[in-house]
T-cell receptor, first 111, second 115 residues
Framework: GENVEQHPSTLSVQEGDSAVIKCTYS??????FPWYKQELGKRPQLIID?????GEKKDQRIAVTLNKTAKHFSLHITETQPEDSAVYFC??????????FGKGTMLLVSP | SAVISQKPSRDICQRGTSLTIQCQVD?????MFWYRQQPGQSLTLIAT?????????ESGFVIDKFPISRPNLTFSTLTVSNMSPEDSSIYLC????????????FGQGTRLTVV
């Protein structure tokens, strides 16, 4: 089955800096890669996703890149703000199959 | 995306008892799932709730411990049976999107503490 590795497990940045979270996956058939943000005590929220037919997708301050050859994808957050502090999960799936999640990255943005 | 209502939001239960968690969606959805999130951990899929047939369980999860119902396309329940302190966790239902991919949108979760 699919295996998703996520790094780093914790990431501390200063407000205004950029943050990058990286994930690798094992199943070459995977074609859908979402990212979730989970604030303390709240549900995971889908913040951005990418399909295998594109290499990059942007939505304001967040972007995701995908390298299918190397089987890795990354989340980029620019101009970080304290409200970006949360746990971020990457995930992968193929077609209609279920999602496999990474272990999560706790992002702390200091004012 | 669909509006997902999950209840109860939290409960404290005695060991050996059972708790049923409900998940209601405001529109018909094909795919519904149940996840467990242990404290400080990632999300682990328990099972896929299939409408009109038995749920599909992931490795390590069995129907006797986590019976699931899916009577229609908007509702599902997960029961945590014969609970022990190790079952203390957050249980989340999720529904798939309509984009043809395995999108997942989550309910607010049920925080279960077993004493």
């Amino acid at each position: 089955g699919e295996n998703v590795e996520q790094h780093p497990s914790t990431l501390s940045v200063q407000e205004g800096d950029s943050a990058v979270i990286k994930c690798t996956y094992s199943d070459s058939a995977s074609n859908y890669f979402p990212w979730y943000k989970q604030e303390l005590g709240k549900r995971p929220q889908l913040i951005i996703d990418i399909r295998s037919n594109v290499g990059e997708k942007k939505d304001q301050r967040i972007a995701v890149t995908l390298n299918k050859t190397a089987k890795h994808f990354s989340l980029h957050i620019t101009e970080t703000q304290p409200e970006d502090s949360a746990v971020y999960f990457c995930a992968a799936s193929s077609g209609y199959s279920t999602l496999t999640f990474g272990k999560g990255t706790m992002l702390l943005v200091s004012p | 995306s669909a509006v997902i209502s999950q209840k109860p939001s939290r409960d404290i239960c005695q060991r050996g008892t059972s708790l049923t968690i409900q998940c209601q969606v405001d529109s018909q959805v094909t795919m519904m799932f149940w996840y467990r999130q242990q404290p400080g951990q990632s999300l682990t899929l328990i099972a896929t709730a299939n409408q009109g047939s038995e749920a599909t369980y992931e490795s390590g999860f069995v129907i006797d411990k986590f019976p699931i119902s899916r009577p229609n396309l908007t509702f599902s329940t997960l029961t945590v049976s014969n609970m022990s302190p190790e079952d203390s966790s957050i249980y989340l239902c999720s529904v798939g999107g309509t984009g043809g991919y395995a999108e997942a949108f989550f309910g607010q979760g049920t925080r279960l503490t077993v004493v």
